[in-house]
């Protein structure tokens, strides 16, 4: 069988976090969801689905139902989680992320252009998975991100955070208001581009950079992985390049650090 490829943060990676940014590949999914797709939305088979996250959930070293996952709205909401949480408890739940400090499990957002944010702090063990699209970046999520980790206990001086792969700069054309309401969200910082072709364009890494810094964490503290959706389309989903028929791909973190004895390789405190 073949398994799920991801992409990890070198930060997170060595603080002892199990996290993963999934890519297309190593699923069972058929063209054009070929194959590591984790949504039905576009029109791929639940079946296919399901085999595709229980492989990821697999991958985390968690049970299927603890793999846990909203209906993402591009808002600014961030759910807390107990630590025995399932699947089936969120249905129909909106949100776009989701936090936790302690438990089997882990948060996921799911992704196909736009920006997937993992948070952790090594103190508590508290983490989150954010997801932010433009409207989710000009509202601010990331901020609220780390306001929802702070209400757990956590310091923003102590967390680490990591972006991975979403459309970058250079694909990323916007119309004037869009990238108004980007560049209000944080003025001043690169955030917009005019040097690109006829229409502005949005560094979203950038925007998300900068309203983390603000909230108070450390500029060494911050991951980003730099690769970009739309310009590689062998091994990430695209939905500005392939339209409604585009897979998504998921993103996740485990709370807690995964220290040197634990069994089976399972986070313990």
Not at 18 to 25: A, E, P, S, Y
Not at 181 to 202: C, F, N, T, Y
Not at 210 to 223: F, I, K, T, Y
């Amino acid at each position: 069988m073949t398994h799920p490829s991801s992409l990890e943060s070198p930060l997170l990676r060595a603080a002892g976090f199990r996290h993963g940014f999934f890519t297309r590949l190593g699923g069972v999914s058929t063209a054009p969801f070929d194959s590591l797709n984790t949504s039905p939305a576009g029109g791929d088979s639940p079946e296919n689905v399901e085999e595709n996250l229980t492989r990821i959930a697999r991958a985390l070293s968690v049970s299927p139902d603890a793999l846990l996952l909203v209906t993402q709205v591009h808002g600014t909401r961030l759910l807390t989680l107990s630590p025995d949480t399932r699947r089936g408890s969120l249905a129909g739940q909106k949100a776009d992320g989701l936090v936790a400090i302690s438990g089997a499990l882990a948060c996921c957002v799911r992704t196909a252009d736009c920006v997937p944010l993992l948070l952790a702090d090594p103190k508590t063990g508290t983490v989150a998975a954010v997801h932010a699209g433009w409207r989710g970046v000009a509202g601010r999520i990331s901020v609220a991100a780390v306001e929802a980790l702070c209400g757990l206990g956590s310091v923003p001086g102590d967390m680490l955070a990591a972006i991975g792969p979403h459309i970058r700069v250079e694909a990323f054309e916007i119309s004037e208001s869009v990238a108004d309401e980007l560049e209000a969200s944080a003025p001043g910082v690169g955030g917009i581009r005019r040097d690109l072709g006829p229409k502005p364009h949005g560094n979203l890494a950038a925007l998300v950079t900068a309203q983390l810094v603000e909230s108070g964490l450390r500029p060494e503290s911050l991951d980003d992985l730099a690769v970009c959706t739309h310009a590689n389309p062998s091994s990430f989903y695209s939905h500005r390049r392939d339209g409604a028929p585009s897979g998504r791909l998921l993103s996740a973190i485990r709370p807690g650090r995964v220290k040197e004895g634990c069994a089976s390789g399972q986070p313990c405190s």
